[in-house]
Nanobody, 124 residues
Framework: QVHLAESGGETVQAGGSLRLSCVFSGGTFNIYTIGWFRQAPGKEREFVAAITWNGSILSYADSVKGRFTISRDNAKNTVYLQIDSLKPEDTAVYYC?????????????????WGQGTQVTVSS
């Protein structure tokens, strides 16, 4: 059974940085595209970033380009999301998800497995 566990969320001041981690277990990690999504209070879940199985293709939402960096370490079964220059509008629960697609996918329906999420709160 595939399991994803996010960590690293916390309350930070605007302008600060965080690194979120997503640890994968229960399957073969290096065949999955991994995506990050977020959901703010009262809003729909939105795509943030994705990385293909070998890290060769990265994709970002326009709203986070230049501030967010996705990476993966297949030896550690882990995907990271580095978030810099945090803004209050980045406040959300951040989820990682695994997809069988060989290319980045932007819709939640394209992902088969999801973590429980980690809360990021940015204070102004």
């Amino acid at each position: 059974q595939v399991h994803l566990a996010e960590s690293g969320g916390e309350t930070v001041q605007a302008g600060g940085s965080l690194r979120l981690s997503c640890v994968f277990s229960g399957g073969t990690f290096n065949i999955y595209t991994i995506g990050w999504f977020r959901q703010a209070p009262g809003k729909e879940r939105e795509f943030v970033a994705a990385i293909t199985w070998n890290g060769s293709i990265l994709s970002y939402a326009d709203s986070v380009k230049g501030r967010f960096t996705i990476s993966r370490d297949n030896a550690k079964n882990t995907v990271y999301l580095q978030i810099d220059s945090l803004k209050p509008e980045d406040t959300a629960v951040y989820y990682c998800a695994a997809s069988h697609s060989p290319t980045p996918r932007y819709g939640g329906k394209d992902y088969s497995y999801w973590g429980q999420g980690t809360q990021v709160t940015v204070s102004s």
